[in-house]
């Protein structure tokens, strides 16, 4: 017993200590193989960020007193309505702010210019009426011809410099879209 | 002959290892968890000024993958609009009265991602947002690509 004790300790002060790491490596493996199979690069994705209150019917210009007497919606007052008509493929023919007709065809590069700038000089004054857009939209439009007209509104900004972020939406009749 | 079979190779893993260690963390770190919820079939509509994607608050927001028929998607399986949302409205205000923050005049404090086909027409969207509307959802993220993809 004592001699085999004697032996054990030379033996621990001489050599090191050898792990055997092939296993732990096949382990690593099985690993690296597993998320190599599993990974999927996520798209490179951003958003526009809406507070999107409940939509309102269309309204008549001048809602401040109804016909019975009693004062309009006064909600409706704050809003600013945009109108997008489109083609039978879905792409965006018209746009008018109110009823101010601001682009006519394709929703290109100069249309979304336009329009921001038909935007920009209603949003100017000190005193703006409106904190939200509805967006009145023609059922057949595309959601990616749609997607850059939000975006135009998106931009805006309240003589307070914050953001556009009321932004809704209502589907006008489009004769037979649906 | 004897000799040579006596004799052992016996290379040195440790650097091996340690690389796959590394290619190991590295996958960890990118690993995208989310990604069951994505239907990366969609192509979404580009749209430079878009900002990256952030979520507030400890509750997930509700994904709905929406393809060019107007199909909803949610976690790879079709799913009934109406049906779905009124349900994970329902489970979230229960959450919510045991979280002891119950739902407010109606509106869900959490919000809404829209992943929308850039093809699918509005008529089918709007749908979808009303319906989401009508449970109380007022917060929504419409979801783009930041630049087209290959």
Not at chain 1, 69 to 94: F, K, P, Y
Not at chain 1, 102 to 118: C, I, M, P
Not at chain 1, 128 to 142: C, F, I, K
């Amino acid at each position: 017993m004592r001699r085999h004790g004697r032996r054990r300790r030379k033996k621990r002060d001489q050599g090191t200590v050898v792990l055997n790491l092939a296993a732990m490596l096949d382990m690593a493996f099985q690993l690296l193989a597993f998320f190599i199979l599993t990974f999927r690069p996520a798209p490179i994705e951003g958003q526009l960020a809406l507070n999107m209150p409940p939509p309102e019917a269309v309204i008549t210009k001048t809602p401040n007193a109804n016909s019975d007497g009693t004062i309009g919606d006064v909600l409706s007052q704050n809003t600013l309505h945009v109108h997008v008509m489109a083609t039978e493929a879905g792409d965006a023919n018209e746009v008018k702010v109110e009823e101010t007709p601001v682009t006519q065809g394709h929703f290109d590069e100069a249309n979304r210019q336009r329009l921001d700038k038909s935007l920009k000089s209603r949003f100017a004054g000190a005193t703006v009426p409106y904190d939200r857009v509805q967006v009145n939209v023609d059922g057949r439009l595309r959601y990616g011809e749609l997607m850059k007209i939000i975006d135009v509104c998106h931009n805006q900004e309240l003589p307070d410099h914050t953001p556009m972020r009321k932004i809704s939406f209502s589907e006008i009749d489009s004769g037979g879209a649906k | 002959m004897s000799e040579m079979s006596s004799e052992s190779a016996d290379p040195n893993l440790t650097p091996l290892l340690d690389l796959v260690f590394q290619l190991i963390t590295f996958f960890m770190l990118v690993i995208n968890l989310k990604g069951a919820s994505l239907d990366l079939s969609l192509k979404l509509p580009v749209l430079g000024s878009a900002r990256p994607v952030e979520q507030h608050g400890k509750l997930e927001p509700m994904l709905l993958n929406i393809d060019p028929a107007g199909r909803v998607h949610a976690y790879g399986r079709e799913i009934d609009v109406e049906a779905y949302v009124a349900k994970e409205a329902r489970l979230l205000t229960e959450q919510l009265k045991q979280m002891g923050t119950p739902v407010q005049n109606g509106e869900m404090p959490v919000g809404v991602t829209i992943r929308a086909d850039r093809a699918a027409p509005f008529h089918l969207v709007n749908h979808v947002l009303k319906t989401c509307q009508e449970k109380g959802y007022r917060q929504f993220s419409l979801n783009a690509m930041t630049r087209e993809g290959k």
